[in-house]
């Protein structure tokens, strides 16, 4: 691995709707599980769905992002433009609820990216986005 591995944990509330989406829906590997928590390769990088039980609050809030609000706290990839439009088409074809469709945003700009948002089963916001040219990663 050519980057460290980031770790995250998130809670969510029916450890088989969290394995039917991340598992068959986002197609990601399984790792390790118990009766409480599922590890899952997200592309080389660990997410932990925990068993949380009791109500969770909506977003702290939305930011602003090209115009659009965009929901925080949320997490996700940077992918190439094909597997970008491979999930995109994966998650349209499960009948998948976007917050943001997959879009193109800062068009003609260094920065123009494609991006989605969506919504786990448990309300955790999910960002997909593929940057025309990926070295603009971090562009001003």
């Known amino acids: 691995m050519t980057r460290p591995a980031f770790h ?35 592309h080389g990088h660990q997410v932990v769905t925990h068993l949380v039980a ?12 090209d115009g659009h609000p965009v929901p925080v706290p949320h997490f996700g990839l ?12 994966r998650l349209t074809e499960a009948g998948t609820e976007f917050v943001i469709e997959p879009s193109l945003r800062f068009a003609g700009q260094p920065a123009e990216q494609w991006t989605m948002f969506l919504l786990d089963p448990a309300g955790n916001a999910l960002e997909f986005k ?8 971090f562009a001003r």
């Not at 009791?54 to 992002?65: E, I, K, L, M, S």
């Not at 940077?78 to 088409?89: I, M, P, T």
């Open 8 to 42: 995250l944990a998130v809670p969510v509330d029916d450890l088989a709707r969290a394995r039917a989406f991340y598992g068959g829906v986002l197609g990601l590997p399984e790792g390790r599980s118990t009766d409480g928590w599922i590890d899952w390769d997200f």
């Open 54 to 65: 009791g109500p969770r609050p909506d977003f702290a809030g939305h930011g602003t992002v």
């Open 78 to 89: 940077v992918l190439d433009v094909g597997a970008f439009r491979s999930l995109a088409q």
């Open 130 to 137: 593929a940057f025309r040219d990926e070295t603009q990663l």
